[in-house]
């Protein structure tokens, strides 16, 4: 079943990415701006078959009439298969840099965690299967095109990957707020670094924390004692960048 990506950042991205394979560019009829225009030119470019549709049309495609006047359709998300995304770093021959998460349900923080993750240069973000949100239009839609250069892989066994990351020489740490977790600022980051975030709600599960190398805690100075699981994820992100120069 194809899926239907709509914003016009988010389709251009996706037109010009080395992501999804589109399969067809849908434009509101009667709408007419540069940036649809633009994005026409391209898909013409691109010999993609291209159709015009009443915006109720694509407001039911959608979901809803946020799409502003445009939808990619593409083929089904594949995610990357975890022994490739290993030996694509080896082969590399640079520090490992990845991003595990343990239950991010949201599609909102999903998508800003896979924008950040590109941005700070990760190698691949791995998702648990079974406690994760899967990638939807709004996850890509948020991530803005990062999904078209960073690979996402999806695992049965979240603490068993973290298992054979240790064991290919990749230090792990999870990110929790509470005793035991060393200051994230004060921590050695350098070299071949794994990150582990967990939900929104209850952060990492008691296994997955067993499993990590040591726990994290950004130092905290308002009244409130946690951030957001895409922020949290954003700062600890940048802190391996800082350090890894």
């Given at each position: 079943m194809a899926d239907y990506l709509y914003g016009v950042n988010p389709v251009k991205e996706a037109l010009t990415g080395s992501?999804?394979?589109?399969?067809?560019?849908?434009l509101a009829k009667g709408e007419r701006s540069a940036r649809l225009e633009d994005?026409?030119?391209l898909a013409q470019k691109l010999r993609l078959k291209t159709v015009f549709r009443e915006r109720r049309e694509l407001d039911r495609l959608a979901g809803h009439n946020h799409h502003q006047g445009v939808l990619l359709?593409?083929?089904?998300?594949?995610?990357?298969d975890l022994g490739v995304l290993l030996e694509r770093w080896q082969s590399r021959g640079d520090s490992a840099f990845f991003l595990l998460l343990d239950g991010i349900t949201d599609p909102h923080n999903l998508?800003?965690?896979?924008?950040?993750?590109e941005v700070a240069g990760c190698h691949g973000v791995i998702v648990a299967k079974d406690r994760s949100c899967s990638v939807t239009p709004v996850v890509e839609k948020t991530a803005a095109g990062a999904l078209s250069y960073l690979p996402l892989c999806q695992v049965t066994n979240l603490a068993r990957t973290i298992d054979e990351l240790k064991q290919?020489?990749?230090?792990?740490?999870?990110?929790?707020?509470?005793?035991?977790s060393k200051n994230l600022y004060e921590s050695d980051l350098r070299g071949n670094i794994a990150l582990v975030?967990?939900?929104?709600?209850?952060?990492?599960?008691?296994?997955?924390?067993?499993?990590?190398?040591g726990l994290l805690a950004i130092p905290m100075r308002g009244q409130v004692n946690s951030l957001n699981a895409s922020v949290a994820a954003a700062v600890s992100l940048f802190e391996v960048v800082r350090q890894n120069g």
């Open positions: 992501g999804r394979k589109p399969l067809e560019l849908l994005l026409h030119a359709k593409l083929e089904p998300f594949k995610y990357a998508g800003a965690i896979l924008r950040s993750a290919a020489g990749v230090w792990c740490y999870g990110l929790a707020g509470e005793e035991g975030v967990g939900s929104e709600g209850k952060g990492l599960r008691e296994n997955i924390r067993k499993h990590c190398d």
